[in-house]
């Protein structure tokens, strides 16, 4: 199976549970070797900007990510490729010196935002997932996020999340639901959709073994 691997892509709004319906597929196919690629870590190089420029960087625009090298990863690992995946430093709103080495695998796991933005990234994929949760929900596991894992105040969260966040995904994350293979209603607590996606996920896998 090797020789023809499958592109899995799970995308949905900050908060929306993308990360809990990954989490299942790859406990589900432990079995099956899986590479798990973040859209986040594609975030454009922005060292040749000062760091107050940097800072303005909106995180939830399309032209905030390196599509074009994450498109080219993405072929590297379907022609059985190793890939050095960049890492992103959230600290210095840059990329990093570091890498992270991955090799070809028969399932790839593609989470992200705005992965169903692009026409020819979405043409990658095998299975495409939206994750669907409501705004309210979505702003609370945000807030308590970034609160706990990044010292945020909860003034700042709420001010990005009105001016930014909010107008970004209506604008570009959440129309591109109408791409999807499977929409989940509320993440990984979907047992009924998980376990559809986990049923055309097998029938992929085998239909690529013949």
Known sequence: MRNCPIIIGVTGGTGSGKTSVTRKIMA?????????????????????????????????????FDTDLLKSHLN???????????????????????????????????????????????????????????????????????????GRSLESIIKQYTEVVKPMHEQFIEPTKKYADLIIPEGGKNLVAIDLMRT???????????
């Not at 097998?202 to 073994?209: V, Y």
């Open 200 to 210: 055309k996920i097998e029938s992929i896998l085998e239909d690529k073994k013949k």
């Open 28 to 64: 589900d196919y432990e079995d099956v070797s899986l590479a798990y690629i973040e859209q986040d870590a594609y975030y454009k190089d922005q060292s040749h900007l000062s760091f107050e420029e940097r800072i303005k960087t909106n995180y939830d625009h399309p032209l905030a």
């Open 76 to 150: 590297q690992l379907l022609n059985n490729e190793a890939i050095d995946m960049p890492v992103y430093d959230y600290t210095q709103h840059t990329r990093s010196q570091q890498t992270v080495h991955i090799e070809p695998r028969d399932v790839i796991i593609l989470e992200g935002i705005l992965i169903l933005y692009d026409e020819e990234l979405r043409d990658l994929m095998d299975i495409k997932v939206y994750v669907d949760t409501d705004d309210d929900i979505r702003i609370i596991r945000r807030i308590e996020r970034d609160m706990a894992e990044r």
